[in-house]
Nanobody
Framework: QVQLVESGGGLVQAGGSLRLSCAVS????????MGWYRRAPGQQRELVAA???????NYADSVKGRFTISRTNAKSTVYLQMNSLKPEDTAVYYC?????????????WGQGTQVTVSS
């Protein structure tokens, strides 16, 4: 069984910072891309940032220059440092990981962590 456990969400004022963490455990191997997505109320889930095993990153235009994604391959953990937060960043944030489970490529998801930015 594969588990992705997010932490670090919460309530913060506009302009503040939060750091999200996501730890992967279980029988998942060869994790390549890891990423963070978010879903705001009434909206579709969107990509926030992604990072490959080699360290290549990709960001949504709305967060470039404010958010930084990083990972520790040894511990299969991905982080999202969020600075200069805006009320429009309010959403449930989900991490995911692309790996191999029982010989089959899969994308696994966490349960989500709420981020609320007050104005």
């Amino acid at each position: 069984q594969v588990q992705l456990v997010e932490s670090g969400g919460g309530l913060v004022q506009a302009g503040g910072s939060l750091r999200l963490s996501c730890a992967v455990s279980g029988s998942i191997f060869n994790i390549n891309a890891m990423g963070w997505y978010r879903r705001a109320p009434g909206q579709q889930r969107e990509l926030v940032a992604a990072i490959t095993r080699g360290g290549s990153t990709n960001y949504a235009d709305s967060v470039k220059g404010r958010f930084t994604i990083s990972r520790t391959n040894a511990k299969s953990t991905v982080y999202l440092q969020m600075n200069s937060l805006k009320p429009e960043d309010t959403a449930v944030y989900y991490c995911n990981a692309d790996g191999v489970v029982a010989g089959t490529p899969v994308t696994s998801w966490g349960q989500g962590t709420q981020v609320t930015v007050s104005s």
